[in-house]
């Protein structure tokens, strides 16, 4: 190295653990997948990813690129706010009580995006005037820049001019014979009778059809976009179910439209749980995808961000592009800047595996924001054995194998006390029953620890399993449950079986790891 190996580490960075972090630099770095093609493309509108697995980053670079979309006849409506409160707090201080209501909040709140959008783009037409008189008849007027107040505006809309029951048109009534005198709204949720046609109400669906229309004469097609719905719907997870059911019901009701489309990020967990009781729509989605991250993209995702240091790409007389376009390179480069393992032996496992073994769940995903954040500590390790004289001498690789050592436990404490235990509050309980046991256990051992009856420990369990906390081994006859390396350090597990359990599963010396 010609350049001191303190200065050229310091230069490096692999980015923030989210895409809402490093957003104005994500595009430098981001890795186009074929995942990211699929929604470039417009072949798919629900991305599905476990937390933390890259769906935020497309979300991310999908809002970054609008004017290349808008250069494709695509006008980007994102439906919540990109960082910051969520646009849907006032939901979840005022809670619809039913889904019929959440699924008329998402149509409404959706309708008034799509108008105020074209409105902002100086589309004229009779058609969007008669969508936007209706809107106002009904109390929405015109959008707001603040979407929370949106939301607020809808809700009251609703309450306001719709009856609670069966949502048609309101009325006003005679205050002495009680009778109807006159529509008081131009919308209704249900198709207008006879007589409601002809003092001009219009349905919500043909309020999205007038709009379509519109688009189409004027060649733009709309991409309603949504993430950070784990976010949005945080209060409750009746609440969150409810809220999510309705909105993939509204994604059906807006899908046979030719020039709207509703893009949906989600996470693959709350997915499971929201369906987990049925969900007839299921069977109906064929435009979604679930993000899976391979170890050669997991790679090329760590190796693109660290040839983004102009002083690593200087000292080592590197061709980024080169780099970013060969897989060989990629390996070439990372086996340049990182020790060849991180623990020495034979079968022991080479650095990157080293890296994945230990940010990898119990369904054996590696989000690439654990990845990230181990990488990112390794380089702060490495400085501080560097400014401490802890660290041997200059050359390569940058990065000692002690560095990744030291940087492990901090991945572990935050993936526990800021993922784990603020999603599944219920789970910390019986998580930290765990503190100090062993990596494998079983029913039997679970059921001592935790003091409750064999069913209840099952329901745990099956929990657990359904968090990624456990990894699910041994036979139908003799289930045993793994605790993944990035769960030990927070909670300070000691390899090896549960006390008995290597009698009761006959397993063999090296079979409790």
């Given at each position: 190295?010609?350049?001191?190996?303190?200065?050229?580490?310091?230069?490096?960075?692999?980015?923030?653990?989210?895409?809402?972090?490093?957003?104005?630099?994500?595009?430098?770095?981001?890795?186009?997948?074929?995942?990211?093609?699929?929604?470039?493309?417009?072949?798919?509108?629900?991305?599905?990813?476990?937390?933390?697995?890259?769906?935020?980053?497309?979300?991310?670079?999908?809002?970054?690129?609008?004017?290349?979309?808008?250069?494709?006849?695509?006008?980007?409506?994102?439906?919540?706010?990109?960082?910051?409160?969520?646009?849907?707090?006032?939901?979840?201080?005022?809670?619809?009580?039913?889904?019929?209501?959440?699924?008329?909040?998402?149509?409404?709140?959706?309708?008034?995006?799509?108008?105020?959008?074209?409105?902002?783009?100086?589309?004229?037409?009779?058609?969007?005037?008669?969508?936007?008189?209706?809107?106002?008849?009904?109390?929405?007027?015109?959008?707001?820049?603040?979407?929370?107040?949106?939301?607020?505006?809808?809700?009251?809309?609703?309450?306001?001019?719709?009856?609670?029951?069966?949502?048609?048109?309101?009325?006003?009534?005679?205050?002495?014979?009680?009778?109807?005198?006159?529509?008081?709204?131009?919308?209704?949720?249900?198709?207008?009778?006879?007589?409601?046609?002809?003092?001009?109400?219009?349905?919500?669906?043909?309020?999205?059809?007038?709009?379509?229309?519109?688009?189409?004469?004027?060649?733009?097609?709309?991409?309603?976009?949504?993430?950070?719905?784990?976010?949005?719907?945080?209060?409750?997870?009746?609440?969150?179910?409810?809220?999510?059911?309705?909105?993939?019901?509204?994604?059906?009701?807006?899908?046979?439209?030719?020039?709207?489309?509703?893009?949906?990020?989600?996470?693959?967990?709350?997915?499971?749980?929201i369906t987990s009781g049925g969900f007839r729509e299921t069977s109906h989605f064929t435009r979604d995808m679930t993000i899976e991250w391979s170890k050669p993209g997991l790679l090329k995702l760590i190796v693109q961000r660290l040839v983004q240091s102009e002083a690593?790409?200087?000292?080592?007389?590197?061709?980024?592009?080169?780099?970013?376009?060969?897989?060989?390179?990629?390996?070439?480069?990372?086996?340049?800047?990182?020790?060849?393992?991180?623990?020495?032996?034979?079968?022991?496992?080479?650095?990157?595996?080293?890296?994945?073994?230990?940010?990898?769940?119990?369904?054996?995903?590696?989000?690439?924001?654990?990845?990230?954040?181990?990488?990112?500590?390794?380089?702060?390790?490495?400085?501080?054995?560097?400014?401490?004289?802890?660290?041997?001498?200059?050359?390569?690789?940058?990065?000692?194998?002690?560095?990744?050592?030291?940087?492990?436990?901090?991945?572990?404490?935050?993936?526990?006390?800021?993922?784990?235990?603020?999603?599944?509050?219920?789970?910390?309980?019986?998580?930290?029953?765990?503190?100090?046991?062993?990596?494998?256990?079983?029913?039997?051992?679970?059921?001592?620890?935790?003091?409750?009856?064999?069913?209840?420990?099952?329901?745990?369990?099956?929990?657990?399993?359904?968090?990624?906390?456990?990894?699910?081994?041994?036979?139908?006859?003799?289930?045993?449950?793994?605790?993944?390396?990035?769960?030990?350090?927070?909670?300070?597990?000691?390899?090896?079986?549960?006390?008995?359990?290597?009698?009761?599963?006959?397993?063999?010396?090296?079979?409790?790891?």
């Amino acid at each position: 190295m010609t350049t001191d190996k303190r200065s050229v580490i310091e230069d490096i960075n692999f980015g923030g653990r989210t895409a809402e972090e490093e957003s104005k630099k994500l595009s430098h770095y981001f890795v186009e997948t074929e995942q990211w093609r699929k929604v470039w493309e417009d072949e798919v509108d629900i991305v599905f990813a476990p937390k933390g697995g890259g769906k935020s980053a497309i979300y991310s670079m999908l809002v970054s690129r609008d004017g290349e979309l808008f250069d494709r006849g695509i006008v980007l409506v994102p439906g919540e706010n990109p960082t910051g409160a969520t646009a849907f707090e006032p939901i979840q201080s005022s809670p619809p009580t039913s889904e019929d209501e959440f699924i008329r909040i998402w149509r409404l709140y959706f309708l008034v995006l799509l108008v105020d959008e074209l409105v902002n783009y100086d589309v004229r037409s009779p058609k969007l005037q008669e969508v936007r008189d209706a809107l106002a008849s009904v109390g929405l007027t015109e959008g707001s820049k603040q979407k929370r107040r949106l939301i607020v505006r809808v809700r009251d809309a609703l309450k306001n001019f719709f009856s609670p029951n069966a949502l048609e048109t309101g009325l006003s009534l005679d205050p002495i014979t009680g009778a109807p005198t006159k529509i008081s709204a131009r919308v209704t949720f249900n198709e207008p009778t006879v007589e409601e046609e002809r003092e001009g109400t219009l349905s919500v669906d043909s309020l999205y059809e007038l709009v379509d229309e519109v688009l189409k004469g004027e060649d733009l097609r709309v991409w309603l976009i949504l993430d950070r719905l784990d976010v949005a719907f945080a209060a409750s997870p009746e609440l969150e179910a409810s809220a999510l059911r309705a909105l993939f019901r509204v994604y059906r009701l807006i899908e046979p439209l030719e020039q709207i489309r509703l893009k949906i990020f989600l996470r693959s967990d709350i997915w499971a749980e929201i369906t987990s009781g049925g969900f007839r729509e299921t069977s109906h989605f064929t435009r979604d995808m679930t993000i899976e991250w391979s170890k050669p993209g997991l790679l090329k995702l760590i190796v693109q961000r660290l040839v983004q240091s102009e002083a690593l790409v200087k000292d080592l007389d590197i061709d980024p592009s080169a780099v970013v376009a060969s897989s060989q390179e990629q390996q070439r480069i990372f086996d340049k800047v990182f020790p060849a393992q991180v623990d020495a032996g034979s079968r022991k496992p080479a650095t990157f595996d080293w890296a994945l073994s230990r940010t990898q769940d119990g369904k054996e995903v590696v989000a690439p924001r654990e990845l990230i954040h181990l990488f990112n500590t390794v380089r702060d390790r490495q400085l501080d054995r560097i400014d401490t004289g802890q660290s041997s001498a200059a050359g390569l690789p940058l990065f000692e194998a002690q560095a990744f050592r030291d940087a492990h436990p901090e991945v572990s404490e935050t993936r526990l006390q800021r993922t784990i235990y603020p999603e599944f509050p219920w789970l910390k309980d019986w998580l930290e029953a765990l503190r100090g046991q062993r990596t494998l256990q079983d029913v039997v051992s679970l059921q001592e620890l935790w003091g409750v009856d064999r069913g209840e420990v099952e329901s745990r369990i099956r929990r657990l399993l359904d968090v990624g906390f456990f990894e699910e081994r041994g036979s139908a006859v003799q289930r045993t449950y793994w605790v993944p390396f990035l769960y030990r350090p927070a909670l300070e597990l000691v390899q090896g079986a549960a006390d008995g359990l290597r009698d009761r599963a006959g397993l063999q010396p090296d079979e409790d790891e």
